[in-house]
């Protein structure tokens, strides 16, 4: 059968139909194969997700609620919601009597801008975990001089913060000033902090001022649904998440919302209209089908046995890595963590985060700077994230860590001399002065060797190169 012009290459692999698109995607699948993935918030999904989420469910429009869409057609569509709606409620052992979930934001940040906007008129005012001190830009972030983040834009916000000593969220700072601000949301939840959250404590404040409160749970959702960390659920109004972090979905958002909160407003006044309005149609249009497919795929894993143990190894591993750093000397952030993730001060190295990140690119070990506690500038901050989840996902086990925190000890060993040997601070003295580097190209060859010597979860690994 002959094809029109215009559907020529419709049914093309893209192996063929994009050569340029198809090598850089065999080389990202390298990428992450051979290096070793330490950002916290990142992980691998499973080959059922990335099917799900590479479906023809992406052909769809979708607009409304199952059973109540503005467009036709969507007898499966509904059936695909409606399930990622009762699995998110399952993985979380909810009550569908008391809590509901919308499963359509794009991602973590719009579904924060959609539970803001649910809950408060534009400049109310809102309370969440300062961005320096580990908080996410959507609890509000802004500068002195900046409002950065649209949360700080539309609504008016007062952070709180960690202590600078102990690295602790400041609960006593936070009960004082609350009293001052009477927020109308107080936020909990953070982009990098180690330690467990006081959701009574929390709850205690907000119930002081009459604020709702809500958690971010997005970094330890995949700890939460494997019950290795404290709920949320049983404190919070609205508990919003991404799916592709600790939880190993795709990349996607979620906000539960409780039902019984506003049990006294007129229907469609209650929370779960005003969420579900917030998402459709204030802030979103059409939700991606393919990617609530994927979501609920990951659900149902999330759900598992299996995946409890996942949550578990995590956190063991987490711990050995802390461990590791902390006796080779160096200044971990509240000295460990009961999470996924750690925060490794370099200051007292005189190394900033920008250069190790920089080496540790280098040498195939993927990592974010990421300012510390006391930290004075956003811009060049004084430690680094690590993060567990990804590597788990590939079996790393407690003395699996241990070693990549030697690798680690190394990195830094190259960062001094490569420091020293740039003779200045500056990082565009410092990348030259790495260029060519013996110890680091030595480093690369056996940090690679390490890590493709473990499996990898998601796609076939088998004959993929550095060039394609
Ligand atoms: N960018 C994510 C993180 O790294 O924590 C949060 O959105």
Redesign the pocket.
Known sequence: MSVDPWNAGMNTPLEVEDPEIYKLIQQEKYRQYSGLEL????NFTSQAVMEANGSPLTNKYSEGLPGARYYGGNEYIDQVENLARKRALEAFNLNPEEWGVNVQPY???TANFAALTAMIQPHERIMGLDLPSGG???HGYQTSKKKISSTSIYFESMPYQVDPKTGLIDLDRLEENAKLFRPRILICGA??YPREWDYARFRKVADQHGAYLMCDM??ISGLIAGQEADSPFKYCDVVTT?TH?TLRGPRAGLIFFRRNKDAKVEKGEDLESRVNQAVFPSTQGGPHNNTIAAVAVALKQAASPEFKQYAKQVIANSRALAAKLISHGYKIQTDGSDNHLILWDLRPLKLTGSKVERICDEVAITL?KNSVCGDVSAVTPGGV?LGTAALTSRSFKEEDFVKVGEFLHRVVQIALRVQEKAGTKLIKDFVAALQGDAEAAQLKKEVEAFATSFPFPGFDVKGLTPNH
């Not at 950002?39 to 990142?42: C, G, K, P, R, V």
């Open positions: 950002i916290a918030s990142e991602s973590g940040s996410h830009l959507t982009s990098a997005a970094h991404t972090k974010n994230r």
